[in-house]
């Protein structure tokens, strides 16, 4: 079965800090990777996916995340963390191989403060 | 707005009714799926259908049936409600599935909030 943990519920940063999102996974296999953002009464966004190639991806709103297969980790990170970027954060995992569901972490909150 | 409509917003119904969620994909999409959102549980994954057809079941209650109709959209029935079911329910839809479209991105709708009371 496929997993993914978010250990961290809350995560707070000041403005114009760096900011990261930790999220680990456990799949059969190699896995497709997701961050998705919910704002209040929205639904989830997607900022991005990892799928072959270059461990660092840039996605929407000048995140990115890295991908360590060793680490079997995919945390999303940001150069300098914006009032607005204050949302639920979720990580998802997808198999390759066969049929797999898309499987999504608990979420963390990310608080940034002025 | 996502392309992804849920009706109702918000729900509000007593122990043991039946209600009944809907969902439009996104013009093109032909797959739906359905998850549920609480607190405790975070969000999991209920059901899947293509084109018509079931493709994949997560935990889902047996007193809860999903169908996709003809012209794409779905419905979520939940029926002997209990407490408990107070939750937020997202639709998503993404473009098709087959082997190798796994990386297909999902759009969710805005959701619909049932509250049991």
């Known amino acids: 079965a496929q997993s993914v943990a978010q250990p961290e519920d809350q995560v707070n940063v000041a403005e114009g800090n760096p900011l990261t999102v930790k999220c680990t996974y456990s799949?059969?296999?190699?896995?497709?990777l997701f961050w998705y953002v919910q704002y209040p009464n929205r639904g989830l966004q997607f900022l991005l996916k990892?799928?072959?190639?270059?461990?660092l991806v840039k996605g929407s709103y000048g995140f990115e995340a890295e991908f360590n297969k060793s680490q079997t980790s995919f945390h999303l990170k940001k150069p300098s963390a914006l009032v607005s970027d204050s949302a639920l954060y979720f990580c998802?995992?997808?198999?390759?191989?066969?049929?797999?569901?898309?499987?999504f972490g608990k979420g963390t909150m990310l608080l940034v403060s002025p | 707005d996502s392309g992804v409509t849920q009706t109702p917003k918000h729900l509000i119904t007593a122990t043991g009714q039946r209600v009944t969620l809907r969902c439009s994909p996104r013009?093109?999409?032909?797959?739906v799926y359905w998850y549920q959102q609480s607190l405790d549980q975070g969000l999991q994954f209920l059901i899947q259908?293509?084109?018509?057809?079931?493709?994949a079941k997560g935990n889902i209650l047996e007193r809860f049936s999903a169908q996709q109709f003809p012209d794409l959209h779905s419905e979520l029935n939940l029926s002997s409600l209990e407490l408990g079911d107070s939750a937020l329910y997202f639709c998503?839809?993404?473009?098709?599935?087959?082997?190798?479209?796994?990386?297909?991105?999902?759009?969710f709708g805005a959701g619909s909030r049932l509250t049991v009371l």
């Open positions: 259908y293509y084109n018509g057809e079931e493709r």
């Open positions: 998802a995992v997808r198999a390759r191989t066969g049929y797999s569901t898309l499987t």
């Open positions: 990892y799928i072959t190639g270059d461990n």
């Open positions: 998503a839809s993404s473009v098709a599935y087959r082997q190798g479209t796994g990386a297909n991105v999902l759009t």
């Open positions: 799949v059969s296999g190699n896995p497709y």
């Open positions: 013009s093109g999409d032909l797959s």
